[in-house]
């Protein structure tokens, strides 16, 4: 008797009622049938070597303008440190510091748009991708 009253109050832990959820949303999603006509395999975004090209080049645009931004970031960062070191020599050097690191971020970010024709150079193709990897300024 001691145990039922024991067990009876119990409360049930969230992680439990999740897991349960876990174990029946997905089975009842495959319960809705397909309507016709609708094919419920995904094409691949990559089909040709030409969709391979645009997808490198889109990935290394990306990379550029994050590397972009990361700089100005820094930059800004270490103009507020050079501002605020008020001739400390150990703030001072932080913010040279963080300065590299902002002039790194642009060489990365120039190499990484250089690099497909780089690439295509090495190949010997005399094809260059300026047209499809130059970011637009």
Same mark, same amino acid.
């Given at each position: 008797?001691?145990? /039922?009253?024991?067990?009876? $109050?119990?409360?049930? @832990? =969230?992680?439990?009622?999740?897991?349960?959820?876990? #174990? !029946?949303?997905?089975?009842?999603?495959?319960?809705? /049938?397909? *309507? =016709?006509?609708?094919?419920?395999? =995904?094409?691949? =975004?990559? &089909?040709?070597?030409? @969709?391979?090209?645009?997808?490198?080049?889109? #990935?290394? #645009?990306?990379?550029?303008?994050?590397?972009?931004?990361?700089?100005? #970031?820094? /930059?800004?960062?270490?103009?507020?440190? $050079?501002?605020?070191?008020?001739?400390?020599?150990?703030?001072?050097?932080?913010? &040279?510091?963080?300065?590299? $690191?902002?002039?790194?971020?642009?060489?990365?970010?120039?190499?990484? !748009?250089?690099?497909? @024709?780089?690439?295509?150079?090495?190949?010997? &193709?005399?094809?260059?991708?300026?047209?499809?990897?130059? *970011?637009?300024?």
């Amino acid at each position: 008797m001691e145990l /039922a009253k024991k067990w009876r $109050y119990r409360r049930i @832990d =969230p992680a439990y009622i999740l897991a349960l959820l876990g #174990l !029946v949303i997905p089975s009842l999603a495959g319960a809705f /049938a397909t *309507p =016709p006509g609708i094919s419920t395999t =995904p094409t691949p =975004p990559i &089909n040709t070597t030409g @969709d391979l090209t645009r997808f490198l080049c889109t #990935l290394l #645009l990306w990379v550029f303008w994050a590397l972009i931004v990361l700089a100005v #970031l820094f /930059a800004l960062i270490a103009a507020y440190r $050079y501002v605020t070191s008020s001739g400390e020599p150990e703030k001072r050097s932080k913010a &040279n510091k963080t300065l590299l $690191y902002a002039a790194i971020a642009v060489a990365v970010a120039i190499i990484a !748009v250089g690099v497909p @024709d780089l690439i295509s150079s090495f190949l010997g &193709n005399s094809q260059s991708f300026a047209g499809v990897c130059a *970011p637009a300024f």
